[in-house]
Structures are given as structure tokens and as C-alpha cells.
């Protein structure tokens, strides 16, 4: 069985995203195109899909951590803030944008909250992941046979 950690997420995001968009288990909200995804980015997201793609990267990031809370996630999607001739300070990302994508993933039922101490992926959430990796690997085995041996 293939999981999310053998597929690049360069390839498995775009295909989680979609099946994310089909299910209907995250829509982006009113705001999310005037919206800047941290303090060190200097304007919104151009990619109109942005919303889909940022929910498939925090389910795997999710899936790849074990258990994560906001504050951890909103570190590794932050970025450095330029401040002029003054040295780059690391800026954590966006807390809103990643509440609202880990509650719609949790009241879609693919995560699921730990012991306080953040959430999980749940059963059905890791059975997407897989079936979605799985699929991707197949598409990657057509076009590099070599890789057919990790199905």
C-alpha cells in the first residue's frame, strides 16, 4: 500500500485538492480572496484555487506530524518578514486561514481533535490520503516505470 510519505507532495496535492473540491469538504470563505495568508507576504493569493491546495497541504501535514495544533502549523506556513536594511525575522502564518481549513476538515470528518493537545487524522481522512496516494503513484508508475516496484 502506497502512503502519503512515498508520494511528493508536489504531485499529491494538486490530486488531494481536487478530491477535497469534489467531495465539497472545504469551500473557501467570502473573505478568502481579499485575505493575505501571513504578516510577511505583501499581497493575496493569485491562484484561484489557493483555498483547495492550503486544506490538501494541512491534511498531509497533519497526517505526516501524527498531531499538530494551530500554533505549530501556522510556523511552518509562515515565511520571513523583510524589514527594510534591518536583518529578516521569521513571521508565523496566517492563524484564521488554518482554523477555518482544519474546522471544515474536521466537520467533513477527516480530522478529529487529540487530548488537547491538537488534532489528528481520522480513519476516514486517512483512507482518502491513501486512496489518493495510491492513485497518484499509479499515474507516476505509467510515466516512470522504475517507480512500479512501490505499488
Known amino acids: 500500500m502506497t502512503h502519503p510519505n512515498d ?27 481579499f485575505v493575505k495568508t501571513g504578516v510577511h507576504k505583501e499581497r493575496a493569493p493569485v491562484e484561484p484555487d489557493w483555498w483547495y491546495i492550503r486544506s490538501a497541504s494541512v491534511l498531509r501535514k497533519i497526517y505526516v506530524s501524527g498531531h499538530v495544533g494551530i500554533s505549530r502549523l501556522s510556523s511552518e506556513y509562515g ?59 499509479k499515474i507516476l508508475a505509467e510515466q516512470r516505470p522504475e517507480l512500479a516496484k512501490y505499488l
Open 79 to 137: 515565511g520571513k518578514r523583510d524589514r527594510g536594511s534591518s536583518p529578516y525575522h521569521a513571521r508565523s502564518g496566517s492563524r484564521a486561514i488554518l482554523r477555518e481549513i482544519v474546522q471544515q476538515l474536521e466537520k467533513a470528518g477527516l480530522v478529529k481533535p487529540y487530548k488537547n493537545m491538537g488534532r489528528r487524522v481520522s480513519p476516514e481522512g486517512q483512507k482518502l490520503l491513501d486512496q489518493v496516494s495510491q492513485k497518484t503513484m
Open 7 to 33: 508520494v511528493p507532495p508536489s504531485l499529491l496535492l494538486p490530486s488531494l485538492a481536487a478530491e477535497l473540491r469534489t467531495r465539497g469538504a472545504v469551500t473557501p470563505p467570502v473573505w478568502a480572496t
